[in-house]
């Protein structure tokens, strides 16, 4: 009898057609999550570093200017602004400098992810492996409950174009076309330069030759194919930095973008930091890409890296993900938004594992597929008591959602619970369409909660306040003032022009000033307000 690895990859379900029970549940799953993910996707003021991104964007517009990245009139040397183009392409589109704008094109972003996983997965494994591998990341506990929230970040985005980059690395070589393997490598790589600098060059560096050592075929490094990829990386970085040059100076961009790079590293952190980072960040990953990582415990095998090797995507995803993972490893500085491009292979080698040791879903299941079960099980139960407690959680009584989302989501969810009590061969899917329908819950939870009870929603508040009090005058920062930059762009989206800063009074002139600022009493108070940097006042010298 055949009992090698290769026939038994053969009796996997991976490349068999899905029951349509299946069919149904997945796209359910994949409904629910697009609901949960665009219901309420405008509703938060701009936050975290979200206004930033947009602020530099509208000034962009203001200035008539699309080279030169400004914040507040000075320059802005820590990121290359493609990201901020594909901002302004979201405001043309829609037509407003809205949240929802500033969010929606990082979302697709992730979404394409997603169907990035998917297309591969299903070219180099198989279907039913590729739509529960693209699910398991897109439900990523990490981005579905948090990152997504505050799209209008630059990660998302980056991380798109870094993993457009290594999957084509992987792609063009199984088709034997180098040269298009070259040119696309390094065209995202370039792309992803010119959306966040150095770290795509970290990516490259490590990606190319770890690929081409494994295959044994490093030769293919010195190649005419390979220097077309370098020439065209070049190219695109080279042409926009040599533009930038006709309007300013290089030095204190490269040394801004350098700085960036090399802040997070073990370099410049303490030897504590980088010994506790090593034992948290491995426990932060596993939480983050929860739940595809409680197909951790299929993984404790002898065979397993005979297991892995039996499929050319799943080592691509082990070499790949092993040897970029380790710079963040070790530099305590690293953010779980900087990894976000490398979750997707994790979660591929869990879920090729998974169906690896499971065999076809209708086999008895083992000690590891009862955890799964239980655990499910255990979930579910939660999330219904979660949602039977909702109109007693005291915060969210504010909101006045509390109770209908109680009486809509308690039978929802013990309908699942009913059909996985019924069916729990399907635990892994269902673990899926728990997720979806948390997020909707949170969407009608926490997202209106936060929406009015956050520094951000105060911050445009005062913006509002400033803009109808100022009119059509002209205003300015005072001097060395630093306040909000959620408050620097509502208001230049309100007055339509860049907040710069003064040295000089013009008694004409609106000034918004630091409280400490001020040594004398000539002027005119016409608004107060107050964020985590201090007191500010809105005045008119006399």
Request: aromatic share 18%.
């Amino acid at each position: 009898m055949e009992t090698t690895y290769a026939s038994a990859v053969r009796e996997m379900p991976f490349q068999g057609v899905m029951s349509r029970q299946e069919q149904w549940l997945c796209l359910t799953a994949a409904v629910l999550l697009l609901a949960g993910l665009f219901i309420h996707l405008g509703l938060m003021p701009l936050r975290l570093e979200e206004p930033r991104r947009a602020l530099i964007a509208l000034e962009m517009i203001f200035r008539g200017n699309l080279i030169v990245p400004t914040e507040m009139g000075e320059y802005y040397y820590k990121k290359p602004p493609l990201y901020n183009w594909l901002l302004i392409g979201s405001y043309r589109l829609f037509g407003t400098y809205s949240e929802y704008a500033s969010r929606f094109f990082s979302l697709l972003a992730y979404l394409g992810m997603g169907v990035l996983v998917l297309l591969a997965g299903k070219k180099y494994v198989g279907l039913r492996f590729s739509v529960y591998s693209a699910l398991l990341f897109l439900v990523s506990a990490d981005l579905l409950f948090y990152f997504t929230t505050t799209a209008g970040e630059i990660d998302l985005f980056y991380s798109f174009l870094t993993l457009a980059s290594l999957l084509s690395l992987f792609h063009f070589y199984e088709q034997r076309q180098y040269t298009l393997l070259f040119v696309f490598t390094y065209l995202f790589g370039a792309l992803g330069t010119l959306t966040k600098g150095f770290p795509s060059l970290v990516f490259l560096g490590i990606s190319l030759p770890v690929f081409f050592f494994y295959q044994k075929d490093f030769k293919k490094l010195f190649t005419v194919a390979h220097l077309a990829g370098i020439a065209l990386y070049l190219l695109i970085v080279v042409g926009y930095f040599g533009i930038y040059g006709q309007y300013n100076g290089l030095e204190n961009y490269f040394a801004a973008l350098w700085s960036q790079s090399s802040e997070r590293t073990v370099l410049e952190n303490s030897m504590w930091a980088a010994i506790a980072h090593l034992f948290i960040f491995p426990l932060e990953t596993l939480k983050n890409i929860a739940p595809a990582s409680l197909l951790l415990v299929f993984m404790f095998r002898k065979d397993l890296w005979e297991m892995l090797k039996q499929n050319r995507l799943i080592l691509f995803c082990v070499w790949i993900f092993l040897s970029n993972i380790i710079v963040y490893w070790v530099s305590p500085g690293t953010r779980s938004r900087y990894v976000y491009m490398l979750y997707p292979f994790p979660v591929m080698v869990l879920t090729y594992v998974y169906f690896y040791v499971s065999g076809t879903l209708a086999r008895p299941m083992g000690i590891r597929k009862v955890f799964l079960v239980r655990t499910t099980t255990v979930l579910i139960v939660l999330a219904v008591l979660a949602c039977f407690a909702l109109p007693w959680i005291t915060p969210l009584q504010q909101t006045g959602n509390s109770l209908w989302l109680a009486l809509v989501f308690v039978p929802l969810l013990g309908m699942l619970l009913w059909f996985h009590l019924r069916q729990p061969v399907y635990s892994l899917l269902q673990l899926i369409l728990l997720a979806t329908l948390l997020r909707l819950v949170f969407d009608f939870t926490v997202l209106p909660h936060r929406a009015v009870h956050t520094g951000t929603y105060q911050d445009k508040q005062d913006a509002q306040q400033i803009s109808e009090t100022i009119q059509d005058n002209n205003v300015y920062l005072w001097q060395d003032t630093r306040f909000s930059l959620s408050t620097v762009f509502y208001l230049e989206r309100a007055t339509g022009k860049v907040l710069s800063r003064r040295y000089e009074r013009n008694p004409q002139d609106y000034y918004l000033t630091d409280q400490r600022l001020l040594s004398s009493e000539d002027y005119q108070v016409f608004y107060t307000f107050s964020d985590q940097n201090g007191d500010f006042l809105l005045i008119k010298f006399k």
